[in-house]
């Protein structure tokens, strides 16, 4: 089937945070254009909405179970699409990995203990440690002008440290968009396992990577590696699907599972009843794999559309290749704007709301990540909008 991602759907009145959202998180202008929260503004595949009106079609929505095959289906995607055997037994679920990263802040580290994130990184990573009592320790990423990467000596360092039990890596880095290599991933989990530390990966949008680069699961580098690994994966950001709130969590380990269980338990862990019906069908329709082949051809064109238009109307803000996901990390850095400045230009002057930089934590000052996930016309309305505030203030 082909997909049609020129199509512009109105989704006011759904409920939508990214639509509706607006007059609670961004009073300053609610009438913006949203390119911020990561749903994208595409239908999902039509295999996951029929499944899913079928079974909305049963008037009874009471409390689900997962599938006896869902375990399964996780382990031949990461297969399939990584090159990772894992194994089905190894597969638990979450009602999204927002929580799962809360609990495995939880399970695998005790109050006052270090936690490491890499900033700057999806705001939740901190949120989970903090929130949970535990200390935060940072590892910022290090930029070279061209790409980021890990400060490999720092990290070191820090896991050295006997009170540090835990990493936190969110791959593909979001919101940098990059695809960390092979050889970057064993040096991550070398290091990890000389000082025994925990990884826990959050491999939300492993999918959307794009034909340039390669995605490697850390657990697929090696038996080493799984032992010391806990790595979450969802359909929600590549079918967008993310209001059904589901993802597995695979860790091979059997102690550590057993204790991420516990701490599910713990928390009340209750499947969506949609969600587990979209799952099974996302994992297994090939029908969807065609739509996210499709998808991720037509996100690469909306990237270098804003490349192109950036680079030709507006060169002093920049656009760096990524290698995942449908989030643009723009550097605005030349436009010599404070924080709040720079905000009040996007939001107030341009009229579009997008995740400030800063939002993400070190390193994130004089950025701001916005959201291609939409038809090309809303992306050209955008840049429209951006590039008179732009010529208006004589940038």
Same mark, same amino acid.
């Given at each position: ?11 006011h009145?759904?409920?939508?945070h ?10 300053g ?6 390119f ?5 503004d595409?239908?999902?595949?039509r ?9 909305a ?5 009471g ?6 095959k ?5 382990a ?24 799962a ?17 890499q900033p700057p ?10 929130n ?14 061209e ?6 000596e ?9 009170g ?6 969110c791959?593909?880095l ?12 064993k040096?991550?989990g ?5 000082n ?32 010391i690994?806990?790595?979450a ?10 209001? /059904? ?6 860790i091979?380990?059997?102690? =550590? %599972? !057993? @204790?991420?269980?516990?701490?599910m338990d713990? +928390? ?18 090939p029908?969807c ?16 559309f ?19 996901t449908?989030?643009?990390?723009l550097?605005?850095?030349? /436009? ?10 996007? =939001? %107030? !002057? @341009? ?6 930089? +800063? ?5 994130g000052?004089?950025?701001?990540r ?9 992306l ?16």
């Amino acid at each position: 089937m082909k997909y049609d991602f020129d199509k512009v759907l109105d989704r006011h009145g759904t409920l939508s945070h990214k639509w509706d959202g607006m007059e609670e998180e961004f009073p300053g202008n609610p009438q913006a254009l949203p390119f911020w929260v990561a749903d994208t503004d595409f239908p999902c595949p039509r295999p996951i909405v029929e499944a899913v009106c079928k079974r909305a079609a049963h008037p009874i929505y009471g409390y689900s179970d997962i599938s006896v095959k869902a375990q399964g289906l996780a382990a031949r995607w990461q297969e399939k699409r990584n090159g990772w055997k894992a194994k089905p037994e190894w597969v638990t679920f979450s009602n999204g990995i927002v929580p799962a990263l809360s609990a495995m802040v939880a399970a695998f580290t005790r109050p006052g203990e270090g936690v490491i994130v890499q900033p700057p990184v999806y705001y939740p990573f901190q949120d989970s440690v903090v929130n949970n009592g535990r200390k935060l320790v940072e590892n910022p990423l290090v930029f070279d002008g061209e790409k980021w990467g890990i400060n490999f000596e720092e990290l070191e360092q820090l896991a050295a440290d006997p009170g540090n039990k835990l990493l936190l890596l969110c791959h593909p880095l979001n919101p940098v968009s990059r695809v960390l290599d092979r050889e970057e991933l064993k040096r991550i989990g070398d290091i990890c396992i000389h000082n025994e530390v925990i990884v826990a990966i959050d491999e939300i949008h492993s999918d959307l990577t794009y034909q340039h680069k390669r995605f490697y699961s850390l657990a697929g580098l090696g038996k080493e590696y799984e032992r010391i690994s806990v790595t979450a994966m969802a359909p929600s950001k590549t079918f967008n699907i993310a209001g /059904l709130q589901i993802s597995a969590i695979l860790i091979p380990d059997e102690a =550590l %599972r !057993e @204790a991420f269980v516990k701490e599910m338990d713990r +928390r009340v862990n209750i499947p969506n009843a949609f969600g587990v019906t979209a799952f099974d069908v996302a994992y297994s329709d090939p029908e969807c794999e065609e739509y996210l082949e499709q998808l991720l051809a037509y996100l690469w064109e909306n990237y270098l559309f804003v490349d192109r238009y950036l680079g030709k109307w507006m060169p002093k803000i920049t656009c760096q290749k990524p290698d995942a996901t449908y989030l643009l990390w723009l550097d605005c850095r030349k /436009l010599h704007l404070n924080d709040d400045a720079l905000e009040h230009f996007w =939001l %107030r !002057e @341009a009229g579009l709301a997008l995740d400030a930089g +800063r939002w993400f934590g070190r390193g994130g000052s004089g950025f701001m990540r916005m959201n291609i996930g939409c038809a090309r016309s809303l992306l050209a309305q955008g840049l429209g909008q951006l590039r008179e505030a732009y010529r208006k203030r004589g940038f």
